[in-house]
């Protein structure tokens, strides 16, 4: 069968090439029912359109690339779902690379998205991330760039976050609520500024409400499940004394309490527990995990919606630089819920 091309659809329609390739391009300039006059002349004589011909003409390719440490966690996956929610919607593909935490597989999930000239890339970065060539690059190539949940402060782009201060806040203020005062926080020995935002909030509420910063209870590593669990093996074997633990995030907040557990330890009557990121785990467990929920669809919708009105915007010649900052949610259950 031969196969049918623009030019076919043009004299089926007795209309000119330009506006039948416009029209599939959805190109302002033609009319609706124009518009549809092509598409449904093109969907009966079964053409399909050459995306990579028509990109090169463009200069568009309909492609988003977005970076993420690991799909692993829920948090990720759900922001993922968000963003592909919105740009699927107005006719944009993803691209999705996981860096698992790493500065070189990051560097080669851009390289990849360069190559294949995405229209834009969102990003989260590694716990690795200290050299920033690859998004200078991005920048250099003036590939729109935004960045969600975790950023970097010092290239000041468009990004979507939420207030993680006030989320370490929140957390170490419901445990002081339910009547703990030795809390323990567990917090990252990474230089990324959301558990840096974390932690502050943490010291904050602690002297907000009269209670002494012990450097003892501030306990940073590589956070993960083990880690939680070790934090507390490890507190147990010096005598640490601590009635609540505030985790940096779920897993290491998870290996908190299935430690807890293996000791005896009644939670929440002798021990508290919240972590942070609501993952999908945390209502499933017993005690059911306390936690601040990062409204991760939310931030997903709000980054793809920030890279449209930035593509507009630049049909524009507009320039705005927009942080969106969303609040986080306290979700309250049974390992830190003192009192009913």
Known sequence: MKKVTILDIAKELNVTFSTVARALNDHPAISAATKKAVRETAERMNY?????????????TNVIGVVVPSLRVTFFSSVVAGIEQVMNANGYNILLYQ?????????????????????????????????????????KRKTPLIFFDRTIEQL???????????GGFIATEHLIRQGYRRILHISADREISIFKERLRGYIDALEYYNIPVDEELIIKGNFSLE?????????????????????????????????????????????????????AFGSLVTP??????QQTLAMGKEVAKLFLKLKKDEM?????????????????????????
């Open 48 to 60: 399909r359109q050459n995306k990579i011909a028509s990109s090169l003409r463009s200069g568009r």
């Open 99 to 139: 860096s698992n935490e790493t500065l070189d597989q990051e560097k080669k999930g851009i390289e990849t998205f360069l190559q294949s000239r995405v229209d834009g890339i969102i990003a989260s970065i590694s716990t690795e991330t200290t050299d920033y060539g690859a998004f200078h690059e991005i920048i």
């Open 156 to 166: 000041d782009m468009p990004s979507v976050t939420i207030d993680d201060y006030k």
């Open 227 to 279: 880690f939680g669990k070790s934090v507390i093996r490890e507190a147990r074997l010096s005598g640490l004394k601590f009635d609540a633990v505030f985790a940096l995030e779920d897993y290491t907040a998870m290996g908190v309490l299935q430690q807890l557990l293996e000791f005896k330890v009644k939670i929440p009557d002798e021990i508290g527990v919240i972590g942070f990121a609501n993952e």
């Open 288 to 293: 059911q995990l306390s936690t601040i929920d």
């Open 316 to 340: 524009t010649g507009e320039k705005k630089l927009e942080k969106i900052v969303l609040d986080p949610l306290l979700i309250i259950r049974a390992s830190s819920e003192r009192h009913k």
